[in-house]
T-cell receptor
Framework: DAKTTQPNSMESNEEEPVHLPCNHS???????IHWYRQLPSQGPEYVIH???SNVNNRMASLAIAEDRKSSTLILHRATLRDAAVYYC???????????????FGIGTKLQVIP | EAGVAQSPRYKIIEKRQSVAFWCNPI?????LYWYQQILGQGPKLLIQ????????DSQLPKDRFSAERLKGVDSTLKIQPAKLEDSAVYLC?????????????FGQGTRLTVV
């Protein structure tokens, strides 16, 4: 599986935008970029995904570099409820025959300061 | 829409005992995943089902872990016998299809403590 690299932790002030970076220099042309987040004592929760173009939804925006080797998850106004571990994941086709894994790294722990 | 249901939420057992976890995925979801999450780490995929067939169990310790998905719906994960290092949260997830653009939905997990 192609790997992703994220900072271990980040801080943000409440009500300010947050930009969470992810490097994925070995991404293949068919890999989707997914972001999940995990609040304390909860299972991971889907945030957003994209392939080549930037994406927006009610939770966040995803900015994908033109060469696709990096991406940034943007939370437009951080709230205390956004404090979580954010995982950047590449979802692609397995070499052995067509199924897609969802493989997590360590993620970025986001702390939101009131 | 009901989410992924898991039970029990918490379990404490002694080493060398057996334990089983149950998962009910979202209705109609063909793909089911079991993950192990050790404290401070990201979830690690143990096994992935497509309907009731296994498509990936490469990281499942098969000498002590087993999983099944009868009739392509509910699934159980069993550990027999448990070791201290099995203490972790066991997460079940499901997705509608296997598409790369498809999101996975997670349950709240079962926290296992082996003493």
């Amino acid at each position: 599986d192609a790997k992703t690299t994220q900072p271990n932790s980040m801080e943000s002030n409440e009500e300010e935008p947050v930009h969470l970076p992810c490097n994925h220099s070995t991404i293949s042309g068919t890999d989707y970029i997914h972001w999940y987040r995990q609040l304390p004592s909860q299972g991971p929760e889907y945030v957003i995904h994209g392939l080549t173009s930037n994406v927006n939804n009610r939770m966040a925006s995803l900015a994908i570099a033109e060469d696709r080797k990096s991406s940034t998850l943007i939370l437009h106004r951080a709230t205390l409820r956004d404090a979580a571990v954010y995982y950047c994941i590449l979802r692609g086709v397995s070499g052995s025959g067509g199924y897609q894994k969802v493989t997590f790294g360590i993620g970025t722990k986001l702390q939101v300061i009131p | 829409e009901a989410g992924v249901a898991q039970s029990p939420r918490y379990k404490i057992i002694e080493k060398r005992q057996s334990v089983a976890f149950w998962c009910n995925p979202i209705s109609g979801h063909a793909t089911l995943y079991w993950y192990q999450q050790i404290l401070g780490q990201g979830p690690k995929l143990l096994i992935q089902f497509q309907n009731n067939g296994v498509v990936d169990d490469s990281q499942l310790p098969k000498d002590r872990f087993s999983a099944e998905r009868l009739k392509g719906v509910d699934s159980t994960l069993k550990i027999q016998p448990a070791k201290l290092e099995d203490s972790a949260v066991y997460l079940c997830a499901s997705s509608l299809v296997q598409g790369r653009g498809t999101e996975a939905f997670f349950g709240q997990g079962t926290r296992l403590t082996v003493v």
